[in-house]
Structure formats: C-alpha cells, structure tokens
C-alpha cells in the first residue's frame, strides 16, 4: 500500500499557485519525498524530490515540514497543461527504487 | 534526463494471442521496471527487469504471462501472453538514471 494520502481532487485558476499537500506521517529517516505527474495518461513525469530541505527547481516548489510527516508542492503559477494527477510517492533513494503509487490528486487548472 | 521510448504505442489484440512490448533507453539507466496500469486505476510495479537474467515479478505476477527480457542496459521486452480482455491495460516501463526514475509514453493494449 502507499505510504502517502492525498487528497482526490483540487482546481486552481488559471495564473495563481497550486498548492498540493501530502500527508505521510510513517515517513522513515532515509525516505525520499517524490513528486510526478500524469497528464492525460501519458507516461508520468518527475517534477521534483527532496529529503528534508525545501527544494526548487524550474517546475515547481517543494515544502516538506520540519517533521517530515508531510509536504507541499507548489505550481507558482499555474497553467492549463498543468492539469494533470499528481503523485506524491515516499522511497528510498538507491539502485532498487520501487516506487509504490497511491491515486494521487486530480488537478485542475481552470481559465 | 533519460529518454524512454517504446514500441508500439497502442494496439488491439484479440484474446489468446500474445504482444511483446519494446523498450528503449537513451542512456544507460540502472534499474528497469515494467509497471501496468488499468483503466482508472493508478499504476502497479509488475517486474523488475534484470540485465542478463530472470525478471524479478511481484506478488501477483508470474514469468508464464508476462516474460521479460533485458538483454543489455538500455533495452527491455515486456510480453503479454495469452491476453484475455482484463489485460487491457497501459504498459509502462521505467527506468532509474542518477537521480530519479524516468518513465516511457505507455503502450495502451485493448484485448477483444
């Protein structure tokens, strides 16, 4: 089973940030915070990763509180391609990276 | 990044029959993965794809219905043998570069 929750369905309009929480509260010491998306039923696509630091990269943002037991990605300013479903995965980094998929949360980007 | 590429894209089969899924990397990657993800559904790991050797499957999946081949680093075959209509799915393969995993386009199977 997925270590993470999410929550099923979000929208956000169209030019404003995109605010994606993760809850994954078992989170061990040596677990990775990922971040792919699907759009489309298309392959998914890596967007970001992070440990214990925030992290930014040209996609997107990612927040991961002093805890660890949860996270936030952050679309600066969204657009209509960003639509897509959002997984948020929590795995070891390494050689065997078996990443175990919730059902993420539906995006939705609106004019 | 790794680019993944995979052949076919789409196709429709009849039930009994089998199809071979190819997979290509443009770089070498450590690890290959084979995943499915059915219609609706998020995506389940079927096997790792081992160079040289036997896949190894997990629970639920079996060598006989889905054989997998890597004969080097950068190529993997994924079979679906004796396709019934359940096997109507998206095939995915994935493969791990430095940093991160990278996923092909997905081959999207209808089984009549």
């Known amino acids: 089973d997925a270590k993470t929750t999410q929550p099923t369905s979000m929208d956000c309009a169209e030019g404003r940030a995109a605010n994606l929480p993760c809850n994954h509260s078992?989170?061990?010491?040596?677990?990775?915070v990922y971040w792919y998306r699907q759009i489309h039923s298309q392959g998914p696509q890596y967007i970001i990763h992070g440990l214990k630091n925030n992290e930014t990269n040209e996609m997107a943002s990612l927040i991961i509180t002093e805890d660890r037991k949860s996270s936030t990605l952050i679309l600066p300013h969204a657009t209509l391609r960003d639509t897509a479903v959002y997984y948020c995965?929590?795995?070891?980094?390494?050689?065997?990276?078996?990443?175990?998929w919730g059902l993420g949360t539906s995006l939705a980007v609106n004019p | 990044s790794a680019v993944i590429s995979q052949k076919p894209s789409r196709d429709i089969c009849q039930r009994g029959t089998s199809l071979t899924i190819q997979c290509q990397v443009d770089s070498q990657v450590t690890m290959m993965f084979w995943y499915r993800q059915q219609p609706g559904q998020s995506l389940t790991l079927i096997a790792t794809?081992?160079?040289?050797?036997?896949?190894?499957?997990e629970s639920g999946f079996v060598i006989d219905k889905f054989p997998i081949s890597r004969p080097n680093l950068t190529f993997s075959t994924l079979t679906v043998s004796n396709m019934s209509p359940e096997d109507s799915s998206i095939y995915l393969c994935?493969?791990?570069?430095?940093?991160?995993?990278?996923f092909g386009p997905g081959t999207r199977l209808l089984v009549l």
């Open positions: 994935s493969g791990v570069g430095k940093e991160t995993q990278y």
């Open positions: 078992t989170i061990s010491g040596n677990e990775y």
């Open positions: 794809a081992n160079q040289g050797s036997e896949a190894t499957y």
């Open positions: 995965i929590v795995s070891y980094a390494g050689n065997n990276r078996k990443l175990i």
